[in-house]
């Protein structure tokens, strides 16, 4: 084999594949955190109001409600 053959070509144009190695950035688990809990509060804001607006329908048919 030839020596051009056995170099090996950079991939990337040669730019590092991670550029906050050695850095510790604790933000970003800090936001993703938040983020979640966010997601949580929003999901059981959700079903909250779901099963409000559940109840309010079933009072105004006249149904009974099979939840009390």
Request: glycine share 8%.
């Amino acid at each position: 084999m030839s020596e051009e053959m056995m170099a090996a070509a950079p991939s990337g144009g040669g730019d590092p594949r991670n550029r906050t190695a050695g850095r510790f950035r604790p933000e970003g688990s800090e936001a993703t955190r938040k983020l979640r809990e966010q997601a949580r509060r929003r999901r059981e804001a959700e079903a909250k109001l779901q099963l409000h607006l559940m109840q309010t329908h079933k009072k105004h048919t006249g149904s009974p409600d099979p939840v009390l």
